[in-house]
């Protein structure tokens, strides 16, 4: 037994034992130790689960949206209370770095739930077309279903605004990062949310995951992760004909123009590549660069990953972690071992500390775009850099992709955006355009269905009626 053990499961407003004994450790990956254990969830839990998210639904949609808004507003006071924990038990469960660990993997989701708690004591007006009446209502019990990688956020972009909505959730968090969700339900506990509106169920996805997709109980599955886990849910989904939105993987394009600020957007291009070990859908993996500035921006570009810090999450200087398990080590370790690009920082003999499972912040140059390296998902501290002639080859580089999640581009403001325009992907920050936590999050092509955050993450758990009069 550790401190950090968490034994039960949260169902219909009670902590309950669940029905198998069966663990799933939790494994710190900058050290390699068994940190924690939580249940090994099965489909009898989640009918468990289920039914107590049906039973709380009537009483939850009926609430005025206000009133959803003002308990909403009591979770976001206990979450924040407990935001030195969460930054702690990502750095531990993650590897995130202690520092980034505060600002995105605790700050972020405070922040998106204060968003959904005001948005929901603002409710849009009725809408009318015609002698219709346009109401929107909850789309009923959710099934929410998350990856590691920004374990919080991921899950408060489901939770906040389905319960913000009228609906009830059952949640699995990814069984590699499931005790920082355990905060979210104490949290939800002590702030007084109705008993059976959110529903804690760990365990694997291919048996509670699995469950929760394929259950009849279940109107709506909310799915981030990869896109062949989204694919599959999207089959169980489908013999039911049950609302899916999916947010997936991403190969995402930093297009660097022919006059953009090199320096700065090499600078921000590795950054963003880099954070949280590469670990993020939305990372810039590829570098578009103009043959006019090729040679500076890799020779930039490797200086700069050369420069990083990587080691224990908890020292002050470190900027890279772990990879989240040692599988996902091996599978970076394996594009950059195939790879026959040019590598410029980084790669296979790069030191390393001793134990966890890190990788080398690393660098290829010439990469092909229709190599593995440019065309895969890799999920790790690794950048591609690729030349281009003019704007036309470097729209058509960065939409040779069959993800479009995000991407960024880099020169005077009317030609970036002109660029930006004709990228297929669902977000473009130009000349480092912040992001944006109210702004719909989601992607084109096969990085999902549908979009988070904001109004449009609340009208994704709303079904639409017309009333004629
Ligand atoms: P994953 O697909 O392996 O797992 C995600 C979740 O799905 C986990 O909770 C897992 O237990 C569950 N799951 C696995 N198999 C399942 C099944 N058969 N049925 C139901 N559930 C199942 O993904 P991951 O490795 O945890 O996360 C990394 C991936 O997530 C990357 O591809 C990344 O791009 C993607 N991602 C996308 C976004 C986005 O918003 N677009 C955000 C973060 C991560």
């Not at 420069?307 to 040692?326: I, Q």
């Not at 895969?376 to 704007?391: K, T």
Request: aromatic residues 6%; proline residues 6%.
């Amino acid at each position: 037994m550790t401190s950090l053990d968490r034994p039960l499961l949260f169902i219909g407003g009670e902590w309950v034992p669940p029905a198998s004994p069966e663990t799933i450790p939790v494994e710190n990956p900058a050290t390699e130790q068994i940190i924690a254990r939580v249940p090994a969830g099965t489909s009898e839990d989640v009918d468990r689960a289920v039914a107590a998210a049906t039973k709380a639904f009537d009483g939850w949609a009926g609430r005025s949206m206000a009133d959803r808004g003002a308990v909403l507003d009591r979770l976001h006071a206990s979450l924040a209370a407990r935001a030195g924990d969460i930054a702690r038990t990502v750095g531990l469960e993650l590897g995130t770095p202690l520092k980034i660990a505060k600002a995105v993997q605790a700050g972020l989701p405070l922040t998106v739930l204060r968003g959904y708690a005001d948005l929901a004591v603002r409710p849009s007006p009725d809408e009318t077309i015609g002698n219709s009446l346009i109401v929107h209502e909850p789309v009923g019990v959710v099934g929410a279903i998350t990856p590691w990688n920004y374990p919080l956020h991921q899950v408060v972009a489901k939770v906040a605004a389905a319960l913000a909505a009228g609906c009830t959730v059952v949640l699995k968090p990814s069984e590699l990062t499931p005790l920082v969700a355990y905060l979210l339900v104490d949290a939800a506990a002590e702030a007084g949310v109705p008993a059976g509106v959110l529903n804690l169920v760990t365990g694997t996805g291919p048996v509670v995951g699995a469950a929760i997709a394929g259950h009849p109980g279940v109107d709506m599955v909310s799915f981030t992760g990869s896109t062949a886990t989204g694919r599959a849910i999207t089959h169980a989904a489908a013999d039911r004909i049950a609302k899916v939105a999916l947010e997936l993987g991403g190969k995402s394009a930093n297009v660097i123009l022919e006059d953009a600020d090199v320096v700065k957007a090499v600078k921000v291009g590795v950054g963003n590549a880099f954070l949280n070990s590469g670990q993020t859908c939305t990372a810039w993996t590829r570098m578009l660069v103009h043959r006019s500035h090729y040679d500076e921006a890799v020779e930039l570009a490797a200086k700069t990953a050369g420069g990083y810090t990587v080691g224990d999450p908890f020292d002050e200087g470190t900027r890279l972690g772990p990879l989240v398990s040692a599988a996902q080590r091996d599978r970076v370790r394996g594009f950059v071992d195939r790879s026959r690009a040019r590598l410029v920082a980084g790669g296979p003999d790069a030191p390393l500390p001793g134990r966890g499972h890190f990788v080398a912040p690393t660098v290829f140059a010439d990469v092909a775009p229709d190599s593995e390296l440019a065309q895969e998902e890799i999920f790790g501290p690794v950048l591609s850099i690729i030349p281009f002639a003019d704007d036309d080859e470097a729209v058509a580089i960065a939409n040779n992709s069959r993800y479009g999640l995000a991407g960024g581009v880099w020169g005077s403001d009317e030609r970036a955006l002109a660029v930006a325009r004709r990228m297929r992907t669902g977000a473009v920050d130009v000349n480092g355009g912040a992001f944006n936590p109210f702004a719909p999050f989601g992607g084109y092509k096969q990085s999902g269905v549908g979009r988070e955050l904001g109004e449009y993450g609340l009208t994704e758990f709303q079904q639409v009626k017309a009333i004629q009069r």
